[in-house]
């Protein structure tokens, strides 16, 4: 049995609007409060950073939310709007990546070749590891669907458009994307953080490679690679940002045209190799399950938009003072500026009939307000300066983790092979990315 999700216009239960932004200002509070632990391993260590605390929180109230007392009891509407809210919500962080983005552009303009050339990362790393591992473990042409990209919203309608969503490619895209949805915020800031702690790569070729295009799973390396050099955190987002627009911009059309046909050619070429002799492993994504409960999914309207970039603003603005001790009166500028520039961003989509993703127009309008040759351009980056983006990451995944628990029923069905090579594609894009930026970044 499973829980149905439908896209749905019925009317907003307010109960459960204040239920979650309340959750949400107490956990990313509580989440500030209790601070980064480093923990050593060996070689390397890896520091859980506020930010986890925040998604684990969360999945714990979602997942205990039947026996919890009526306030803290966090049911699947209240998931779901928590995802809605999260979409939304992002789009803060976006807009604070690029205002740092537009005070740098000269520097960034300098160095555009190993900003271009990393997303080769993107395209070819999830393959490189992924496609190898899933083979070897008997998964055969969901391989190709779990392997092409880190599995967001644009690889579900590449393959779904290709092959169909019940086809074996399609169940690996939709494994990758419940997955991703579920873990690999954490699986990513916890593999970001071990790899800086190696000192093997450079801070700002590990902040390229955290530019995935998926905005958590963003927030989470920046967070983990940042954390370890304070000193060069600002520069750390900065890459980062104009890493993800590339690959936000880009990556869709270089996934549909050289990914996706390079993980079917690499299929052919490695499966008579490494799976010939594997048996096959059948994946499981639930699509067959009988509903047992309907779910609409909430549709946001401007309005509600609105409400959730304050109501994200404020959650901000008590992260920023519990966890960096920012006064909120000093960082509340910032934090207007920037639910401004959200609001512009989101309005010119709109406008333009949604041709480019709302995150492009957000990170334009930001860039603009912050480039050197813009009047008040140092103003505006001196207010919102004084908003930590550390204080960003906690109040986004925050809203992560309230969304996470409705997952659980599903990715207990996928199967512990189809997670591991899940894990792994998203792993090959960080690492093959950071890798490619390496060699850049004397020139940095």
């Known amino acids: 049995m499973r829980t149905d999700v439908q896209p749905g216009k019925s009317p907003m239960n307010w109960g459960v609007v204040v239920q979650v932004f309340a959750l949400a200002l107490v956990i990313a509070a509580l989440s500030e409060w209790l601070g980064p632990l480093p923990i050593e391993l060996g070689i390397g260590k890896v520091v859980l950073l506020p930010m986890i605390w925040a998604l684990l929180i969360g999945l714990v109230l979602g997942l205990l939310s039947k026996r919890l007392p009526g306030p803290a009891k ?8 928590a995802a809605a809210v999260l979409s939304c919500a992002l789009f803060l962080f976006i807009a604070k990546l690029g205002l740092l983005v537009g005070g740098s552009l000269p520097q960034l303009s300098k160095v ?15 393959i490189l590891l ?13 391989a190709i669907g779990a392997t092409f990209s880190i599995g967001r919203e644009p690889g579900l309608a590449i393959v779904g458009e290709r092959f169909g969503m019940n086809s074996p490619e399609g ?14 915020a954490i699986f990513i800031s916890i593999l970001a953080g071990f790899v800086t702690s190696l000192n093997i790569f450079h801070p700002y070729a590990l902040a390229m490679g955290a530019g995935v295009g998926s905005g958590s799973m963003t927030a989470a390396a920046v967070g983990a690679v940042a954390a370890q050099h304070p000193e060069m955190a600002d520069q750390i987002a900065t890459y980062a940002a104009a890493a993800n627009l590339i690959a936000t911009t880009l990556g869709t059309y270089l996934t549909l045209f050289i990914s996706l046909p390079l993980a079917v050619r690499a299929y052919r070429w490695l499966e008579p190799l490494l799976g010939r002799n594997r048996k096959a492993v059948s994946i499981d994504d639930g699509s067959v399950a009988q509903p047992s409960e309907v779910v609409h999914t909430p549709v946001l309207n401007l309005g509600m938009r609105l409400l959730s970039w304050v109501m994200g603003g404020a959650t901000v603005l008590v992260a920023n003072r519990i966890g960096h001790g920012v006064p909120m009166l000093d960082a509340l500028p910032g934090v207007a500026i920037i639910i401004g520039v959200v609001l512009v961003g989101d309005l010119v989509y709109l406008a333009t009939q949604r041709k480019l993703p709302a995150v492009c127009w957000i990170s334009f309008v930001a860039m603009a307000m ?9 103003e505006v980056a001196a207010l919102t300066g004084k908003v930590n983006f550390f ?5 986004m995944l925050t809203f992560a983790g309230l969304a996470l628990a409705k997952d659980i029923p599903a990715f207990r069905r996928l199967g ?21 930026a390496q060699f850049f970044v004397g020139s940095l």
């Open 74 to 81: 966090l049911d699947l509407r209240g998931q779901h709007f």
């Open 112 to 126: 555009g070749w190993a900003l271009a050339l990393q997303e080769l990362g993107n395209l070819v790393g999830c």
């Open 130 to 142: 992924g496609m190898p591992v899933a083979l070897l473990l008997g998964i055969k042409r969901e």
């Open 171 to 184: 169940r690996g895209v939709l494994a990758e994307y419940i997955t991703g949805t579920l873990i690999g």
């Open 370 to 378: 912050t480039f050197p040759s813009t009047p008040y351009a140092a």
């Open 391 to 395: 204080a960003m990451i906690t109040t």
């Open 416 to 436: 512990w092979r189809i997670v591991v090579v899940s894990l792994m594609a998203n792993a090959g894009v960080f690492l093959a990315a950071a890798a490619i």
